[in-house]
């Protein structure tokens, strides 16, 4: 099928199946006796969207899918419901952690993990952040990979991991110091993985962001105590833990940018019919000059941050991610930014009702919030491009 012919099938499929059942989602979610257990209705939707071949659309070209920039346009239908990527298999972190496999696992490593994360098996979880150190620099992490014999011992604490209190999540890729002498502190860390149901390993507690705890996958504090696996389960071999994680999140990064976007206009739309649908003082909220006034600037904002994703994503196609990591910056510092500005505005034309679960908006404020510390802060992407625009306006 062209994009164009996967992009109508995917409206189609959000129109039918979706949308509708966006209520009915949560009501099930709720009735779980566990938050982070699994949700019917998903597992419903997830062999619907097998059945008609939209699954795995993230899939890179190389491994037999479609460009950066043609997936764009499907991350944004899937990010308008913050729930909806993971009936396509196209959630985070498990995109991201599905091309460490398939870059850089070994065959048996593969068999294990990859093919039942392709299929929506299983579920995984990527371990960096950590409560002790600023994970912002990631050669700071302090978890311990020590070798002993044929095994690895795992000591540390991660937090902020996303998917690790679903019960359906059965591998976590750990990144730690397993050489923390080296003069080079790049070549310090590596990363290793962990089955969740290893002797050890204790999911602490589930984490809030502004009070949502984004059951059913969430985001917790994990502790590795003792951890042992064998030596077998090191990914791409000692000292190579940062290249890896270079190579994982600058497509990521993209990605959550994309779902921003479609955040982004699903509360813009809303916002305008909602203006049409309320008065206030005897005249209806479109005919408002700030009313119309937010409207407008929030779809240039949207247009703008949109171009600059598509841009981006071209790039990568064009020279890959590590050749195009100026713009990946700038997509990353200026997309959650723009979503939370246009959804804060959607927010207020919705008056009281735009803060509750009423609407989509008060949940797309917090991911567009995290976003800005998630895959690096916006400080960090904001340095590391100043240092690059000033090397090259300069040299």
Same mark, same amino acid.
């Given at each position: ?13 959000? &129109? $039918?199946?979706? =949308? ?6 949560? #009501? ?21 969207? +097998? ?19 043609? !997936? ?37 490593q593969k068999a294990e993990w990859l ?16 409560? %002790?150190?600023?994970?912002? %620099? ?13 095994? !690895? ?42 089955? $969740? ?14 009070? =949502? ?42 990605? *959550?940018?994309? @779902? ?12 305008? +019919?909602?203006?049409?649908a309320r008065e206030t003082f005897g005249? +209806?909220?479109?005919? *408002?000059?700030?009313?119309? #006034? ?16 598509? $841009? ?9 991610? +590590? &050749?195009?990591? %100026? ?13 939370? @500005?246009?959804? &804060?505005?959607?927010?207020?034309? *919705? ?6 679960? %009423? ?7 917090? =991911? ?24 090259? =306006?300069?040299?």
């Amino acid at each position: 099928m062209s994009t164009q012919q996967i992009t109508e099938q995917l409206q189609n499929f959000m &129109d $039918k199946h979706i =949308y509708p059942n966006e209520t009915l989602y949560h #009501e099930q979610l709720n009735a779980l006796p566990d938050r982070f257990g699994t949700v019917p209705l998903m597992e419903e939707l997830k062999a619907k969207a +097998k059945e008609v071949g939209l699954w795995n659309l993230w899939l890179p070209k190389e491994f037999g899918g479609m460009s950066n920039e043609d !997936y764009c346009g499907l991350a944004e239908i899937m990010g308008r419901v913050l729930w909806a990527p993971e009936v396509f298999n196209c959630n985070a972190p498990d995109t991201g952690n599905m091309e460490v496999f398939l870059k850089y696992a070994t065959e048996k490593q593969k068999a294990e993990w990859l093919e039942p994360l392709l299929e929506g098996e299983i579920r995984s979880s990527y371990c960096m952040t950590e409560p %002790d150190v600023a994970s912002s %620099d990631a050669t700071n992490v302090q978890t311990a990979i020590t070798r002993e014999g044929d095994e !690895y011992v795992i000591n540390g604490r991660k937090w902020f991991i996303t998917n690790a209190p679903y019960e359906r999540t059965k591998i976590f890729i750990v990144m730690g110091k397993s050489d923390p002498e080296n003069h080079n502190r790049h070549l310090q860390q590596s990363q290793i993985l962990v089955p $969740k149901n290893t002797p050890g390993v204790e999911v602490i507690r589930p984490l809030t962001t502004l009070g =949502y705890d984004d059951a059913p996958l969430g985001h917790a504090e994990v502790v590795f105590d003792n951890v042992r696996v064998p030596e077998e389960n090191i990914l791409l071999g000692e000292g190579r833990g940062f290249e890896v994680a270079q190579g994982r999140l600058g497509p990521g990064r993209i990605h *959550h940018c994309m @779902r921003l976007i479609g955040s982004a206009q699903r509360a813009l739309e809303f916002a305008c +019919k909602r203006s049409v649908a309320r008065e206030t003082f005897g005249r +209806k909220l479109s005919e *408002h000059q700030s009313v119309l #006034e937010d409207i407008a600037v929030s779809f240039s904002e949207i247009e703008q941050a949109r171009l600059l994703t598509l $841009k981006t994503a071209r790039r990568m196609d064009e020279v890959g991610a +590590k &050749d195009a990591r %100026d713009l990946i910056a700038a997509s990353k510092i200026t997309v959650p930014l723009m979503a939370q @500005r246009v959804i &804060d505005r959607c927010m207020q034309i *919705h008056g009281a009702g735009g803060l509750t679960g %009423d609407y989509p908006m008060a949940e797309a404020f917090n =991911y567009a919030r995290w976003c800005r510390q998630a895959d690096g802060p916006d400080q960090v992407h904001m340095m590391a491009l100043g240092r690059q625009l000033v090397k090259r =306006y300069t040299a």
